[in-house]
């Protein structure tokens, strides 16, 4: 029997489970339109395979995952893409965000599968490639793609293998029907995980408050006689947050800012096991998954199998909603779901539960009076932070100190929030907080990069400029020493090897010089002359003196080419 | 369609503010009730008038800030500290002793430091000791616990003749009569005796001591209740009473003529209702678990101090203000160690 450790803090909210257990799981009907966001958990979003008007299959893929951390996406059923862009999808943000919509045709017909039956017989990177072909990724919480979890290559040994079955929001059922409907789906599920780890020790870890599916799992276990220890934890909120329940079933806790395999754990969902067994065995891709419904503004509170796609509204109907009393409408648990304004959003790989609450079941919090530091946020906190300081330094936009209280350790479960009792919505302040140093850090790196640009063009402004300086420098070292080496030749040979032509040519150009100039001075002399200026006598010294000397230039021309004419 | 957007939790405990200062009014009762049965029906009439006078000026202060009346009256903040200072004061002190108290308490220690949850000081103490500095002689007119008075006694019993008493203050005849020393002040002023014969020559501590024993019963209950409703928790309590107890533990087996007993210590004076009721102030103590046990071993460790070498024979107010003044610092150095972190963090942060 494996000791059951402690986490510190955790809550005891009303649990609110039984609504939707009461019939087994149903399945939820096709829609018209399945709407399927390229993004639906951590990482990028998937990359369309198909255009608007191409016949799709059950099961095809229609869009293949981008980079390493995505994950491919799947018709659900089949029918016609009638459009690719931006639609309303589950997100806190509200916005809309890029989609592939099929018109069902109701035919259901599948594409062709390829089950793997023994999966054992073939190569482990065949098989990781086969469960990211199938888009498999977590389903219990944040939707980690699957794949990249049992694929951690050879730095990390994997020494346990945890089954998150703890499921213990308040409300949700989807894991506690599958375990109870389908134990031996999640156990060979199990199997193939643990092929792929070869984990040296394998633990479910399930709430106390699931007796049905505690036994189910355990007869299946027993039954089929595998190594896997059922471990049954006490109710206590969030015993399921993956960081706790490593620390409730190994003692460990996982260092901040690393991921459990770093300490030789790997968490998987149940309901990831039951898909990676469809996956395999029967070559079925993620394309549907179970949904709880409930909340009291539903007239049929209880669990379906949705395709994923299925948009929220299509599953009200199912469940026979009243719309009149439905107050809030929430995605996930009560404690850290996200509230939708718009019953057109489609289910996605990540909802568990859909509570469609009513105003006295989910009443708007009263208006929030001031922090008397009592502490019970500290005395229920499982990161063991202190909520009542990070909640003074998030108002007072400290947020050097608040990283300094670990801020980026709160796991936002909400506790802290749900004891107040002024009311004080503190989960929103430290997202408000974690997203401003987030910006803040942004910023930073964007003006650190922007004076990087900046310095590096400097630099290259400089360089060029000494690079030109340098150039310079060099020519005219090499024109001094040019000149130098003709001085020195002419020195040498001063009319040895007299080029004729140049010389004519020489001579020729300063008999026109001396032509023009004496042409100038003559104008000059004779303008100065007509208006009587002073100088004139200089002016003509200068004249008599140019013509003296255009006359020795065209002599000394006329000489040359007679010497050439003569000596052709 | 219009449904609401709200961050998430989406649920909450019915759990309030104003619960828990009415679950600190509930376990003032029985220390209310001891004080009444011990003392006379002084402590309830101060009681009521503390609470008029204290909402008064809680609602004139809300009406000046401009703030919602209705919604901060209801909180039960200036209820707790109106009866934590009328409990504190001598049961027959003159009306406007307990009424300039309430001011202090919720004018000037609460309000002008910005109202609920940001006072750095305690009120009903910061109100106590200025009372006491200010006015000595009302503060430290306590009345002997009906065992000692004998005949006097049926006038403390009437009702009416103790309303007399409170708001006319002239008969000061009628004062002499029935005051009387607390135990620790019998102690503080015992010329050259020894505690032995404290002990038995005057009759405060060997007939009347039970009266005080029995209002500290009375605290610890109050105190335990609310523990056990989860409105505090054990550590700054814990922490006081064991300090100030081990302390005069030790001076007592070092020189047992010269120093109280230890149980005299934790069982008279306003030790129990300052350990669950006044150390255990969220708002102006330190926070963590870790700071809320150094805390309480400040407060005790100056209760001692103070009430054996200062010149006051007790010490509560003082002891808490001064470990008021240290609670941030103290919360600087005793962050918890967090989820995954290999150390605590300490100091301030920020800076770097």
Redesign the interface.
């Given at each position: 029997m494996t000791r059951i450790y402690n986490?510190?803090g955790g809550?005891h909210?009303?649990e609110n489970k039984r609504q939707s257990l009461g019939a087994p799981i149903r399945q939820a009907p096709v829609p018209a339109r399945l709407i399927l966001p390229l993004q639906q958990h951590i990482g990028k979003a998937a990359t369309p395979l198909v255009e608007v008007g191409d016949q799709v299959l059950k099961g095809q893929k229609i869009a293949e995952p981008t980079g390493h951390i995505s994950a491919a996406i799947h018709a659900p059923s089949s029918g016609i893409i009638s459009y690719i862009g931006l639609q309303p999808v589950p997100h806190a943000s509200?916005l809309e965000s890029s989609c592939i919509v099929i018109e069902t045709d109701g035919q259901e017909q599948w594409c062709e599968r390829h089950p793997i039956e023994d999966y054992r017989s073939i190569d482990k990177k065949e098989l990781l490639k086969h469960i990211r072909d199938a888009g498999i990724a977590g389903l219990g919480g944040a939707g980690f793609p699957t794949d990249i979890k049992l694929n951690l290559g050879k730095d990390h040994i994997v020494n346990t293998l945890i089954i998150n079955a703890a499921e213990c929001e308040?409300y949700i059922t989807a894991d506690d029907a599958l375990m109870r409907e389908r134990p031996n789906d999640i156990l060979t599920g199990v199997e193939i995980i643990a092929h792929l780890l070869q984990p040296s020790k394998i633990l479910i870890g399930i709430e106390d408050n699931k007796p049905n599916a505690i036994k189910a799992l355990r007869d299946a276990i027993r039954e089929r006689n595998l190594p896997i220890e059922l471990v049954v934890v006490p109710t206590r909120y969030p015993s399921g947050g993956e960081?706790q329940l490593i620390?409730l079933l190994t003692g460990i806790?996982?260092?901040?800012?690393?991921i459990p395999a770093d300490v030789g754990i790997v968490c998987q969902n149940v309901g990831t096991a039951a898909a990676i067994y469809r996956a395999v065995i029967h070559g079925k891709p993620l394309i549907s998954r179970l949904v709880t419904l409930t909340g009291f503004a539903l007239g049929h509170r209880q669990n379906y199998e949705a395709l994923i796609g299925t948009p929220f509204s299509v599953l009200l109907e199912a469940a026979e909603v009243d719309?009149s009393k439905?107050?809030?409408?929430?995605m996930?648990g009560?404690?850290?779901?996200?509230?939708?304004?718009?019953?057109r959003i489609p289910v996605i790989k990540t909802t568990n539960c859909i509570?469609a609450?009513t105003l006295e079941e989910?009443p708007?919090?009263?208006?929030a009076?001031?922090?008397?530091?009592?502490?019970?946020c500290?005395?229920v906190c499982?990161?063991?932070?202190?909520p009542?300081?990070l909640y003074w330094f998030a108002k007072g936009r400290?947020f050097?100190?608040a990283?300094?209280?670990?801020l980026f350790?709160c796991i936002?479960c909400?506790a802290c929030?749900?004891?107040?009792?002024?009311?004080i919505?503190l989960?929103?302040h430290y997202?408000f907080a974690k997203s401003e140093i987030r910006n803040e850090e942004a910023e930073q790196q964007k003006a650190a990069q922007a004076r990087e640009r900046f310095e590096a063009r400097q630099a290259r402004l400089v360089r060029e400029e000494l690079e030109k300086e340098q150039r310079r420098k060099e020519r005219a070292e090499a024109a001094a020493k040019e000149q130098a080496r003709k001085k020195a030749e002419a020195d040498a040979t001063p009319s040895d090897t007299p080029d004729p032509e140049a010389e004519l040519k020489k001579l020729k150009s300063a008999a026109s010089i001396a032509r023009t100039k004496l042409k100038k001075a003559r104008e000059a002399l004779k303008n100065a002359e007509e208006k009587g200026l002073d100088g004139t006598e200089k002016l003509k010294e200068t004249v008599a003196q140019l013509e003296e000397k255009a006359t020795a230039a065209e002599s000394a021309w006329q000489q040359a080419t007679g010497t050439e004419q003569s000596c052709p | 369609m219009s449904l609401i957007h709200l961050s998430s939790p989406h649920v909450s405990k019915a759990n309030a503010t104003d619960r828990v200062m009415r679950l600190v009014l509930i376990a003032t009762l029985p220390a209310l009730i001891a004080l009444t049965i011990f003392f006379g029906w002084g402590s309830l009439i101060q009681v009521l008038l503390a609470c008029t006078s204290a909402l008064a000026f809680e609602a004139a202060c809300l009406w000046m800030r401009k703030r919602p009346m209705l919604f901060f009256l209801r909180d039960g903040s200036a209820l707790v500290t109106a009866v934590l200072i009328a409990l504190a004061i001598p049961p027959f002190a003159p009306w406007w002793v307990v009424v300039i108290g309430t001011f202090t308490a919720i004018v000037i220690a609460k309000h002008l430091y910005g109202g609920l949850g940001n006072n750095p000081f305690n009120p009903a103490m910061v109100a106590y000791a200025l009372l006491l500095i200010s006015f000595p002689a009302e503060m430290t007119q306590w009345n002997a616990p009906f065992v000692l008075i004998g005949d006097n006694w049926s006038v403390l019993a009437s009702f009416t003749d103790s309303l007399v008493i409170i708001f006319s203050s002239i008969n000061h005849g009628m004062i002499d009569a029935y005051t009387g020393a607390t135990p620790l002040e019998v102690l503080k002023h015992r010329g050259g005796m020894t505690t032995e014969e404290v002990w038995r020559n005057n009759p405060v501590l060997s007939q009347g001591v039970f009266a005080w024993y029995g209002i500290s019963a009375a605290w610890l209950m109050g105190g335990i209740f609310l523990i056990y409703r989860k409105v505090f928790t054990w550590h700054a309590p814990f922490a006081m009473i064991t300090t100030l107890f081990l302390l005069s533990s030790l001076f007592y087996a070092g020189d047992p003529s010269n120093f109280a007993d230890p149980f005299l210590h934790i069982g008279v004076g306003a030790t129990m209702m300052c350990a669950f009721f006044i150390a255990t102030d969220p708002v102006s103590g330190a926070t963590s678990n870790k700071g809320k046990v150094i805390f309480g071993i400040g407060v005790g460790a100056l209760i001692y101090i103070i009430r054996t070498w200062g010149s006051y024979p007790d010490a509560a107010a003082f002891a808490i203000l001064l470990m008021n003044l240290s609670a941030p610092f103290i919360d600087h150095y005793t962050q918890p160690r967090s989820y995954g972190h290999a150390r605590a963090n300490r100091g301030i942060g920020g800076g770097k």
């Open positions: 986490f510190h809550i909210p009303p509200g308040p960081k620390q806790e996982v260092p901040s800012g690393s719309r439905m107050f809030r409408l929430v996930g009560p404690m850290m779901g996200i509230s939708i304004e718009d019953d509570i609450a989910m708007p919090a009263p208006p009076q001031p922090c008397i530091r009592c502490g019970m500290e005395q499982p990161a063991s932070l202190l009542q300081q400290e050097e100190k990283r300094h209280h670990n350790d936002e909400g929030a749900y004891v107040c009792p002024s009311n919505p989960v929103q997202r | -």
